[in-house]
């Protein structure tokens, strides 16, 4: 019997997996425990972007989300969305998000983008205002804004409240990783390493 048991054990993991994602919710959407407004249409209103669009463009690369974090009425609905700015020759750096895929639609310039599957091959495309691209769920990804003159813009939607993103460069260089084992893994040496890691601190 016990052995039985322990075989079954796999293929409820298998399951649990396949059913990962944001958890379902028994009401019609979620209230936050401290929050003391009224529960009325502004609570599912997000007005976040406003600033954005009537403001100039970023010197810099610049994401403005409408995620579970600032935008508590997503709590449970699986949903959530970023505005990703490009000035000329600006990149979104390789990252990942481990909770949700990532339907991008440009809508301003050009973006050049690419991601990396399980078996290490490179996909890449060039859009264009008006097109579409998925980023699968969890796996490596950038977006590159390689007109020296025009600004991009693009939308960015997900299957989750709170999506997450894992910087590659920042992950690994920013996080404590000790300076020996970087090395013989990117096989180089310890002041390749810290060149790296100083290129990557915050600017004072």
């Known amino acids: 019997m016990a052995s039985k048991f322990l075989k079954s054990i796999p293929f409820f993991l298998l399951f649990a997996m ?3 994602g944001d958890p379902n919710i028994i009401t019609d959407f979620v209230v936050p425990a401290n929050y003391s407004g009224t529960i009325d249409g502004s609570f599912f209103t997000f007005t976040g972007m406003r600033s954005v669009i009537s403001s ?5 690369f610049t994401v403005t989300k409408a995620s579970l974090a600032n935008f508590p ?11 990703l700015q490009f000035p000329a020759g600006a990149i979104n750096p390789p990252h990942t998000h481990p909770r949700s895929a990532e339907l991008l639609f440009v809508v301003e310039g050009s973006l050049n983008v690419g991601f990396i599957d399980t078996t290490n091959k490179l996909y890449t495309q060039t859009l264009n205002v008006g097109d579409m691209f998925v980023f699968p769920k969890g796996l490596v990804h950038y977006q590159s804004n390689d007109d020296p003159k025009q600004p991009t813009a693009a939308i960015s939607a997900f299957g989750s409240a709170n999506a997450g993103t894992i910087s590659v460069p920042l992950s690994v260089f920013t996080t404590g990783i000790d300076d020996t084992i970087l090395a013989k893994a990117f096989k180089t040496d ?4 810290q060149k790296l890691k100083a290129g990557l601190a915050p600017k004072a």
């Open 190 to 193: 310890v002041a390749t390493i």
């Open 73 to 83: 009425a997503l709590d449970g609905q699986s949903v959530s969305y970023a505005l």
């Open 56 to 60: 100039d463009y970023p010197s810099t």
């Open 18 to 20: 396949a059913m990962a």
